[in-house]
């Protein structure tokens, strides 16, 4: 059978067309069918899919084989233990298409991320939706290197993923996220593509709407000097700085002088004296409040105030941005709390909105959630 280089096939066609190729070589890879089709490799996922939920193939790892026979049950899909992946009754998202496998990387299991997780995990189970985890570490190369075993060796369907994107590392590596062959969700992360800077798609918190709740509520406790102190390699620092002084601009606080640093983090070997550089600069600038992104350093702060004599919130007021385990200070203090698990269904919902759309054009989307302030002791 020839495929004709033009015109381009209708859908039927070209799932005939799969499934000739299939009863002539036993497996075809997704990319190898894309070039012979003449189609992109989403629009052979989705034909894969499609007829696999009609019992015809069978999806295996990066392709597909015919449905049925000894080829089909060795190569059949297994998560890394070797056990097939649990089958959940479908969501009317992904009705017809068979069970999507999702990639997910994030840069860290144990501060944050766990809630964004959860979030996806409880969408991808009402959708009956595999999902694939990575974890990474804040560095663009081992992001890259997660994210090609996902794509190229797991064949997943789509991506959520919270990369690097800045630095030619992360720059390269938003490129390569661009033109992979799968559709991709960015998680707390935004960036721009192509000769316009197009924005991919996206979900975020708000996180300089957080820091501006955070600083009329201290501005309404009577502060008048609201300084600000963020970590320095943390993402969310920029947005957190900006909405602290949008506030302070709009609400008439000092800027002029006021509290502004940028610190290594509490694990760093450096911390201990930075910790007492800020107390100091906050003792001698006038600063009466202080906001904090993120907890642990937030609560060090705290132990090093109480350490040093100075009353929390008589001498100084701590507002914390994350909390993760802000309440379990003493004082338990204020927080604002990005809607993590929010995100992550929001975050599934986009990509599965994506997959199910056949049309080219579709306009991509950007999702921006709103934090929560939880006011408690530091800053009664």
Known sequence: MTVPDSPT??????????????????????????????????????????????????????????HGGALADTLA???????????????PVAAGRGQLTIGVVVPSLDYYWPDVIRGVREAAAAS????????????????????SWLVESLGVDGLLV??????????????WLQHTDVPVVLIERTATVGPYQEAMESVVSDHALGATMAVRHLAALGHRHVGVVTTLQSPTAPHVRRGWRQACEELGLRLDGALDIATVDQRHPDWPKQLDEVLDKSLSSGAT???????????????????????????????TYDDEVAE?????LTAVRPPKSAIGRAAFAMLTARLSDPDPQRPAHRIVIEPRLIVRSSSS
Do not use: F, W
């Open 162 to 175: 919270a990369p690097t994107t800045t630095g030619s590392d992360g720059e390269a590596l938003v490129r």
């Open 328 to 332: 379990l200070c003493d004082p338990p």
């Open 77 to 91: 899909v297994k998560d890394p233990e070797g056990t097939p992946p649990p089958q959940a009754a479908p969501h």
């Open 289 to 319: 409040a202080l906001l904090v992104h993120s907890d642990p350093e937030a609560i060090s702060l705290v132990e090093r105030c109480q350490e040093r004599g100075i009353r929390m919130p008589g001498d100084l007021t701590v507002v």
């Open 9 to 66: 096939p209708l859908p039927d066609e070209r799932r005939a067309q799969v499934v000739e190729l299939l009863r002539r070589r036993g497996v075809v890879r997704v990319n190898d069918l894309a070039t012979e089709l003449d189609v992109s490799a989403i629009t052979v996922r989705r034909d894969i899919a499609l007829l696999a939920s009609q019992g015809i193939i069978r999806r295996v790892r990066g392709g597909a084989v015919l």
């Open 128 to 147: 009956g939706a595999r999902i694939v985890l990575r974890g990474a570490t804040y560095q663009a190369a081992d992001e890259r290197r997660q994210l």
